[in-house]
């Protein structure tokens, strides 16, 4: 009977949300592409989701990398355990190696997010979250920056090496 019972509630299970591959890569125009790492979590609040991911920019055969974060309004569906994302915004891009459009980047960035199927896993994501606030809440190590005792004579001296 526990069988048969346990069967069932797998049979009628919600199908959990196809994992995403990362990276992803988009054109955005024929000499411009950009190669998106995958998301990290930062925080999630009210149904407002934070992340923060690296890309590569690949224009002309030159690569640049640099990272944005983005924000988006979530629906979180716990029976079906998804997560599908209403609007992604960019808020904060830096290209530190390229000499590139922040805003047209970052409109065109905007664009392409919110063309593409924004359903994942509500457990990934709580899983991702959970990986990144215990990276966060690691004690700094405690690290001896004393500069060492400097010796100064004003006579000749010699330095001995003993092996």
């Given at each position: 009977?526990?069988?048969?019972?346990?069967?069932?509630?797998?049979?009628?299970?919600?199908?959990?949300?196809?994992?995403?591959?990362?990276?992803q890569d988009?054109?955005l125009s024929?000499?411009?592409?950009?190669?998106?790492?995958?998301?990290?979590?930062?925080?999630?609040?009210?149904?407002?989701?934070?992340?923060?991911?690296?890309?590569?920019?690949?224009?002309?055969?030159?690569?640049?990398?640099?990272?944005?974060?983005?924000?988006?309004?979530?629906?979180?569906?716990?029976?079906?355990?998804?997560?599908?994302?209403?609007?992604?915004?960019?808020?904060?891009?830096?290209?530190?190696?390229?000499?590139?459009?922040?805003?047209?980047?970052?409109?065109?960035?905007?664009?392409?997010?919110?063309?593409?199927?924004?359903?994942?896993?509500?457990?990934?994501?709580?899983?991702?979250?959970?990986?990144?606030?215990?990276?966060?809440?690691?004690?700094?190590?405690?690290?001896?920056?004393?500069?060492?005792?400097?010796?100064?004579s004003k006579?000749?001296?010699?330095?001995?090496?003993?092996?």
């Amino acid at each position: 009977m526990v069988s048969f019972l346990f069967i069932t509630v797998l049979a009628f299970a919600a199908p959990e949300a196809p994992a995403m591959k990362w990276p992803q890569d988009i054109s955005l125009s024929s000499k411009e592409k950009l190669t998106i790492f995958q998301p990290q979590v930062e925080s999630l609040e009210h149904n407002m989701v934070t992340a923060r991911a690296a890309f590569k920019m690949t224009e002309g055969g030159k690569e640049s990398y640099g990272s944005f974060v983005m924000k988006a309004d979530t629906l979180i569906d716990k029976s079906t355990n998804t997560v599908s994302f209403k609007t992604i915004k960019v808020v904060d891009l830096q290209i530190p190696t390229g000499k590139m459009d922040k805003e047209k980047l970052t409109n065109s960035l905007e664009k392409e997010l919110n063309s593409r199927p924004r359903t994942v896993s509500y457990n990934n994501l709580l899983l991702s979250l959970e990986s990144n606030t215990e990276i966060s809440k690691q004690p700094a190590p405690q690290l001896k920056n004393e500069p060492p005792q400097i010796i100064f004579s004003k006579m000749p001296s010699l330095l001995i090496m003993i092996s």
